[in-house]
């Protein structure tokens, strides 16, 4: 199970629970029935962040299309990894804060708690045993 908690710049916040196959998502309303966080912005996309449990840790995805958007990764140290279009990254203890820009606005902040488990394979070997 991981806690995403969320928080938008036009000051709405919350926080859910995930786990199994559910997702979180960020993005511009418009017919897509599972977002869990809208924003009424026509530069953003539907799917512009979607957050799932994978793993040893949750992987972003950056649905949102350029439009001079950036998606960071940031660590609890300040070090920032960014995020292409189109692709994902996996979320550690340390690098568990996804930000979303665009033109050097912060949209919305994203916080991931979530207890190391190990790889799937790990666990699939740990069941087996």
């Not at 629970?17 to 960020?26: A, I, P, R």
């Not at 033109?103 to 902040?109: H, S």
Request: glycine share 12%; aromatic share 6%; proline share 2%.
């Amino acid at each position: 199970m991981i806690t995403v908690t969320w928080k938008t710049a036009g000051g709405e916040s919350g926080e859910t629970q995930l786990s199994g196959d559910e997702k979180w998502t960020f993005g511009r309303a418009g017919g897509a029935e599972d977002l869990t966080v809208t924003v009424d912005h026509p530069l953003v996309s539907r799917t512009a962040l979607v957050i799932r449990d994978s793993g040893p840790g949750p992987v972003v995805f950056r649905g949102q299309r350029d439009n001079g958007a950036r998606v960071a990764l940031i660590s609890v140290i300040g070090s920032t990894t960014w995020l292409d279009e189109g692709t994902a990254g996996n979320l550690t203890a340390e690098e568990n804060r996804v930000e979303l820009s665009l033109d050097d606005q912060v949209l919305v902040t994203v916080d991931i708690d979530f207890a190391d488990r190990g790889s799937v394979v790990d666990r699939q070997h740990f069941t087996d045993a």
